[in-house]
């Protein structure tokens, strides 16, 4: 675990300090809790997958800290005089049916009338002191592995406009709502410096702030990135995000390409994700077995996606 400027209570051991995922605090020698909240806007209408996705999205939190997710309660936002309650009883069950996956217990939750609907989870978790996972102990000699595709904000919108058929989307929708637990499982039994989650600042905003906390340089492989399917297609049609334009400018004066990407990749490193994978930095001779792994565990996507290359002003290069 990288070492983090010493917060006021010696048992908070990650804070705010970070961009980390989550915030723990040390209640034993042996024992410390993960602490965290997210919630999000429907990226589909079916209600049970809205769900899911959300809940989903929200225990990732507690896995990229390299915990086991405990408790959940629910956080809902939802226009009661304008939808139906059959829907937002779908939204919970899809939330409940994830949580239960995972193992862990929800525990109630709170709830507010609002214009649009909104859902996501307050999850604690729990994890060794001596064994937290933080974005910011990646090393030179690393190597960075992803473990889900890349792609679901322009998916998410050109559904809603009509560029792609909810039955095209309907077929990712089951890896996208998949939980992060197998995954950390199988990364815990190796050398993991380094682990962030890769949700709303896309894969360039993440990686750039692992690079950030730890203090290095990375070289990202464009061509090794796994996309979902359709992804650069509706790039090509004209659809973007709202995320899109902030993200590329998060990254502006620490991205450098050195390959030769067109205008609808390039777009694909600043896509917002909903309920992404991991992105784990460990040596560079355990990366092909942890991916080999993980593979074998069923996590399909995962795939070598760059190095950490040396100690410098922080920096990513896309090669």
Not at 125 to 136: A, E, K, Q, S, W
Not at 141 to 170: I, M, Q
Request: with cysteine.
């Amino acid at each position: 675990m990288c070492t983090l400027r010493p917060p006021q209570d010696p048992n908070l051991l990650v804070g705010y300090e970070t961009a980390d995922d989550a915030a723990v605090y040390r209640l034993s020698d042996d024992v410390a809790i993960i602490s965290t909240v997210d919630f999000i806007t429907p990226p589909v209408d079916d209600p049970y997958w809205f769900g899911q996705i959300a809940a989903a999205n929200s225990l990732s939190d507690v896995y990229a800290m390299g915990g086991r997710p405990l408790t959940a309660l629910n956080l809902v936002m939802f226009p009661s005089k304008k939808l139906d309650i059959g829907y937002l009883q779908d939204i919970l069950r899809g939330g409940s049916d994830k949580v239960t996956e995972a193992g862990a217990s929800m525990a109630g939750g709170h709830s507010v009338d609002d214009l649009e609907p909104k859902y996501g989870l307050s999850v604690t978790g729990v994890v060794h002191p001596g064994r937290i996972l933080t974005n910011c102990g990646a090393k030179v000699g690393d190597s960075l592995v992803l473990t889900k595709p890349l792609g679901t904000g322009v998916l998410f919108n050109a559904c809603r406009s009509g560029k792609l058929s909810y039955g095209e989307l309907e077929k990712s929708l089951p890896l996208i709502a998949a939980l992060n637990r197998d995954s950390l499982e199988i990364a815990l039994k190796f050398k993991i410096n380094a682990c962030t989650d890769i949700t709303g600042f896309g894969i360039a905003g993440h990686t750039l702030e692992m690079a950030k906390g730890s203090g290095v340089q990375v070289n990202l492989i464009f061509g090794n990135l796994p996309l979902y399917p359709d992804a650069i297609r509706m790039y090509r049609k004209g659809q973007t995000t709202g995320s899109n334009k902030p993200n590329r400018k998060l990254s502006e004066g620490y991205l450098e390409m050195r390959g030769v990407l067109s205008p609808e990749e390039r777009e694909l490193l600043f896509d917002p994700q909903t309920s992404g994978g991991l992105l784990l930095s460990v040596p560079r001779g355990q990366a092909d077995q942890l991916v080999t792994k993980l593979r074998e565990a069923g996590v399909s996507h995962a795939v070598r996606i760059g190095d950490v290359v040396s100690r410098d002003r922080p920096k990513i290069s896309i090669v």
